[in-house]
């Protein structure tokens, strides 16, 4: 895509973290034609790692996700249109077409919507409560502010946010139980052997999971809800389902893009002549050899908006960088990813002992480094990159690295 002109008009659809990095990174390297902003959500855009971790554990006001100060968007000449989805996209054309009717006329178009919760829906209880926005989450800590402590929350799925929603409840003096369908969290993105090393970290935490359990039915009584499982009940004065996500773009069927588990786009973002896509609805073909796998990461949609607003400025480019990155904070511990491991991956221990709570490992195909992971060791982490970003050989990131210090 040809770097934009001064009478072009952008029209950014999403105003979440993709979105809002986007219109600032155009200004920022000199676009400075029209740019539009529109925003399903009432909010001025925010950032939504702190719901689950600071904002559920009661340690921040809503105020502080805020991703700039609300005057920000007009110091940036950026016409924000929150509240009202879009509905409709021409991808030839560029016309996006809002909900309240309003046809907007894009000369380019990014599309950075996110994706939405995966519902969990029970034969009596209908979809139950999930943690996705800013009012999910300001929802869910007003509930739980009014419940005592010790009270039991039941939290269905145990994988990365359900771990940070039990371990914020827990904070609060609450009694999360986590119920988990798979044998063990997490075994989907970290494998089963780094899946096997974090699982005793709730226990750890003394916070109760439950794995291999399947919930038949959640049924609302007077003042708590019955959890039914194939072998027993559970009490909880609420219950929240953690269960994944999903992406919602039906409104794009038709649009003239190619969706598949995503916006389908090139390397340069690129869905078409007219239009972008980034963030987590995005899937990137053609990264670093791969076919091209859809991340949920906070660290890559910021990648993906600062590469963008170069490229369509005119700016000096920035390839997307090569290693994702994500971060999870649980159970009173921080573990974090770097790269593109697959679960099947050889995996080494570099740094910390069996059974320690601070360790960093690589993952490992055919004798290439593919990735790091971190329990609580963040500048180790660090250290591993360069090998991850070069895909480097295992045994020479073995020989070579100064895990220690
Ligand atoms: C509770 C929580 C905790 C998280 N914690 C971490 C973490 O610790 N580490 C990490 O790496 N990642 C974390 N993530 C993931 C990270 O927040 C996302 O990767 C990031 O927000 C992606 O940005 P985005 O702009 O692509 O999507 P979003 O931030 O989801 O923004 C998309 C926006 O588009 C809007 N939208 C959707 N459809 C339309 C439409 N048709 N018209 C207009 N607007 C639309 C949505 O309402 C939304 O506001 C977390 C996510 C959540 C929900």
């Not at 979440?16 to 029209?34: N, Q, V």
């Not at 190619?258 to 896509?277: H, T």
Request: charged fraction near 25%; aromatic fraction near 4%; proline fraction near 6%.
């Amino acid at each position: 895509m040809d770097a934009l002109e001064p009478d072009d008009h952008v029209v950014v659809v999403g105003a979440g973290l993709a979105g809002w990095r986007l219109c600032e990174g155009l200004r920022a390297h000199g676009f400075a034609g029209r740019v539009t902003l529109v925003g399903a959500e009432p909010h001025h855009p925010y950032d939504r790692p702190p719901l689950s971790k600071q904002v559920l554990a009661g340690r921040w006001d809503v105020d502080r996700v805020a991703l700039a100060p609300e005057g920000r968007a007009g110091e940036i000449r950026v016409d924000l249109t929150l509240g009202v989805p879009a509905v409709g996209l021409d991808a030839a054309s560029g016309e996006v077409t809002l909900a309240d009717g309003t046809r907007l006329a894009a000369t380019r178009v990014a599309l950075a919507v996110g994706v939405a919760a995966r519902a969990f829906a029970t034969p009596s209880s209908g979809p139950l409560r999930t943690l996705r926005s800013l009012d999910d989450a300001a929802a869910l800590r007003d509930r739980v502010a009014d419940l005592e402590a010790g009270e039991t929350v039941v939290v269905i799925g145990g994988g990365f946010l359900g771990a940070e929603v039990a371990t914020s409840l827990a904070a609060r003096g609450l009694v999360p139980v986590v119920l988990e369908a798979a044998a063990r969290p997490l075994v989907g993105p970290l494998g089963e052997v780094v899946a096997g090393w974090l699982a005793g970290l709730a226990a750890d935490a003394s916070i109760e999971l439950r794995t291999g359990v399947v919930v038949r039915d959640v049924v609302a009584g007077p003042s708590t809800w019955r959890v039914e499982l194939e072998d027993g009940t559970l009490e909880g004065r609420e219950v929240v389902a953690a269960v994944g996500s999903r992406l919602d773009l039906g409104w794009l069927e038709g649009s003239g893009l190619e969706l598949d588990d995503g916006v389908v786009v090139d390397a340069a973002l690129g869905a078409a002549p007219r239009v972008a896509a980034l963030g987590d609805a995005a899937r990137v073909v053609e990264v670093a050899g791969e076919r091209g796998v859809r991340r949920e990461h906070w660290q890559v949609a910021a990648d993906h908006a600062e590469t963008l607003a170069r490229a369509w400025a005119g700016a000096e480019p920035s390839p997307l960088p090569a290693t994702p990155y994500f971060w999870s904070d649980q159970y009173g511990k921080k573990i974090q990813l770097l790269g593109r491991p697959r679960p099947d991956d050889e995996v080494v221990r570099v740094l910390g002992p069996a059974n320690a709570d601070r360790w960093l490992a690589l993952y490992a195909r055919r004798g290439v480094v593919t990735g790091a992971v971190a329990l609580s060791q963040p500048r180790a982490l660090m250290r591993a990159k360069p090998f991850v970003d070069a895909g480097a050989s295992l045994d020479r990131a073995l020989a070579d690295a100064p895990w220690e210090g």
